[in-house]
């Protein structure tokens, strides 16, 4: 008799491990830490924070300098892409913060153990994977998006209140809105694969500072004393992300097709090797 009803649980498709289901999992058990809410809230308010002040402080500049065009340096600080990469000039910290919430999104279950139960729920692992970088993508897009319209509207009337620009339909703006959201999800998917690599929260978030804000700083140290590092710092992941965001900060020889390509080579092959350890090594 058991035999026959698990036979027609099994026809239905009941206790079938699936992709939903599993993402579905994943999304309950994520949004019912502390620290995910935490993170996303300074995410926004920081990127806000900073939005508002660098737009406050640039229009302040301006309009107690009247000759501000004949000053070495301060050309473009009138036009209407400065004023929106003013606006932006916090998504580093949002690579930062958000990228730190990719970490923990795997290096957490390791930490505490429950990897195990995990696998043990859902044994094929690329599963459990895929279903964690559809969360990660998502989540981190969707709160990019939202804290650059959020620093939109806060920003909108101090800009205004001092003659600068910001054109919610403009070149400049919808470059920061979707080219601002893909260096985020890049950062919050290479540290979900520093988070699985190195199965701990402390190395991870070490790690993913170290290659987006020491790495460049040694980078620019470099490159003031040599010409040939040049050509490799331009494919650094900090780089790629900024430049396509903000060109005008952020210079690169690169086309937008060659940036974009280094873009998914970094999100891509760090995920790959990930999944590659991630099937041959021990859970536990």
């Not at 916090?90 to 913060?97: C, N, R």
């Not at 780089?239 to 396509?244: A, D, K, W």
Request: hydrophobic share 55%; net charge neutral; with cysteine.
């Amino acid at each position: 008799m058991s035999t026959e009803l698990a036979s027609r649980a099994a026809a239905r498709g009941y206790g079938r491990v699936t992709l939903g289901g599993v993402l579905r999992s994943e999304m309950i058990r994520f949004f019912s830490l502390n620290s995910t809410r935490i993170l996303v809230l300074v995410s926004i308010a920081v990127y806000i924070g900073i939005a508002a002040i660098g737009v406050w402080g640039v229009g302040s500049f301006m309009s107690s300098s009247p000759e501000l065009g004949q000053i070495p340096g301060t050309e473009s600080m009138g036009t209407a892409d400065f004023a929106v990469e003013t606006m932006a000039s916090g998504l580093m910290f949002s690579q930062l913060i958000l990228g730190v919430l990719g970490v923990l999104l795997f290096s957490g279950e390791f930490t505490t153990g429950s990897a195990v139960s995990t696998f043990l729920a859902s044994p094929q692992r690329l599963r459990v994977l895929t279903a964690k970088i559809i969360l990660i993508t998502a989540l981190t897009a969707v709160v990019q998006l939202v804290s650059t319209l959020a620093a939109y509207l806060v920003c909108r009337p101090l800009a205004e209140n001092y003659s600068m620009t910001l054109d919610l339909g403009g070149e400049a703006f919808q470059r920061v809105l979707w080219y601002g959201a893909l260096a985020v999800v890049m950062a919050s998917l290479i540290g979900l694969a520093l988070g699985l690599l190195l199965r701990n929260s402390a190395g991870g978030i070490t790690s993913l500072v170290a290659l987006f804000f020491v790495l460049p700083m040694i980078a620019q140290i470099l490159m003031a004393v040599t010409d040939w590092f040049k050509d490799y710092a331009r494919f650094m992941p900090d780089q790629l992300g900024l430049s396509l965001a903000l060109p005008l900060s952020y210079p690169s020889t690169l086309e937008t097709w060659q940036q974009l390509v280094g873009v998914a080579g970094w999100i891509v092959l760090p995920l790959l090797l990930a999944g590659i350890l991630l099937k041959s090594r021990d859970i536990k």
